[in-house]
């Protein structure tokens, strides 16, 4: 059988080792050291908007801990997006608080501004005021994000954006992960630069970076012995993880292109080939990193979706459906949701294509063999 073509597989250059061995070399092989401090600056540096940034364990607990910094509790209402991965939604159920789900636009695929506006008229009208909003930036493409702060502003609820999936993606010439009240980014496996596994959340002051720091250590009071008067979470960065993000620091503009490139070679071969449509940027406010290039299959397709999955599991090829939204999950069943089924048409259609920034020029005609056979 042919080498699998991944989805999104891990891209690591020569770079991380060294980071990693000086962190050997100097025993700072937890979660201080000199690794943590640079990377948290790399990334500091590269969003820019004089942003601080607390290095994590993983994008999920840095939506986690931004809930818990805005004080979401005990059966608050706080807004998500449905259509995305469950990492976005499940640190609401750790506060003990209930998601309301809002549906997609179809220009980006990301929270509707109006959908938005209609679940907090809805909630204010039935004396629900909703402590956050988490917007998200689904496979790199950024939401409508001015949009959806004048919302949230008019109203004054915070925004947590998630910009797991966005790393290095702009709207109007600002980088995704610097909209929100909090601000999160993934470093997983999967992602446009990984640190093995781990996130970050990104802060609008040094006092909440501190203060994020303090939770994601066990929330240690000062004080000669342990002492807490908060609920602390293991939730930080190691130095030998960091040491990898810096490394991956170096070729992120890199891995950028590459996918972008990527998605371009796909855009050329579907132009041709009606019934498929590609996601594409909306206007030149939107640059996307393209984490991962997705099509929507129609009727009108000269293929099922279910015979294109198939004529690419034959081939060893990756792919995999479009998110499952969230109140369309099992674990979600009865909270509230407003929207127009959008996401479930997009995840009924839609198809992830291996996207990694290492893929191979004989990988991409691979692809397009197997394309262009079931057409």
Request: charged share 20%; with cysteine.
């Amino acid at each position: 059988m042919n080498t699998k073509i991944a989805l999104s597989s891990s891209h690591i250059s020569t770079n991380e080792i060294n980071f990693v061995r000086d962190a050997f070399a100097k025993n700072q092989v937890t979660t201080s050291g000199d690794n943590i401090i640079g990377f948290e600056k790399n990334l500091e540096d590269y969003l820019g908007q004089d942003k601080k940034v607390a290095c994590l364990s993983s994008g999920t607990a840095a939506i986690h801990l931004a809930l818990v910094q805005l004080g979401v509790g005990l059966n608050d209402e706080v807004i998500c997006q449905t259509f995305t991965f469950c990492g976005s939604a499940n640190p609401i159920i750790y506060q003990g608080a209930l998601p309301v789900f809002v549906d997609s636009d179809p220009d980006t695929w990301n929270m509707c501004p109006i959908h938005l506006e209609e679940a907090i008229k809805d909630r204010l009208a039935n004396g629900k005021k909703p402590k956050a909003i988490i917007i998200v930036h689904l496979y790199g493409m950024p939401c409508k994000a001015g949009q959806l702060i004048e919302v949230a502003n008019k109203y004054q609820i915070p925004i947590v954006e998630d910009a797991a999936e966005s790393f290095g993606s702009s709207y109007k010439g600002r980088k995704c992960g610097t909209f929100g009240a909090y601000s999160i980014i993934s470093f997983n496996g999967n992602k446009i630069i990984t640190t093995s596994g781990g996130g970050a959340l990104v802060c609008n002051t040094k006092e909440d970076k501190n203060q994020t720091i303090f939770y994601a250590t066990q929330a240690r009071d000062r004080a000669p012995h342990y002492e807490h008067s908060k609920i602390g979470y293991n939730y930080r960065m190691s130095n030998i993880s960091a040491g990898i993000g810096r490394g991956q620091m170096q070729v992120l503009d890199k891995h950028i292109n590459l996918r972008r490139n990527v998605n371009a070679f796909y855009t050329k071969i579907f132009k041709s080939i009606k019934g498929v449509e590609i996601q594409k940027e909306p206007s030149k406010d939107y640059y996307s990193n393209f984490w991962l290039s997705c099509i929507l299959i129609h009727e009108d397709a000269p293929f099922t979706k279910a015979q294109f999955q198939d004529a690419m599991h034959a081939n060893n090829i990756e792919t995999r459906p479009l998110w499952k939204p969230m109140h369309m999950q099992k674990v979600f069943k009865g909270f509230l949701y407003f929207g127009d089924q959008l996401s479930q048409t997009l995840f009924e259609k839609g198809i992830c294509l291996p996207s990694g920034s290492n893929i191979s020029l004989e990988d991409l005609n691979r692809i397009k063999t197997v394309i262009k056979s079931i057409c």
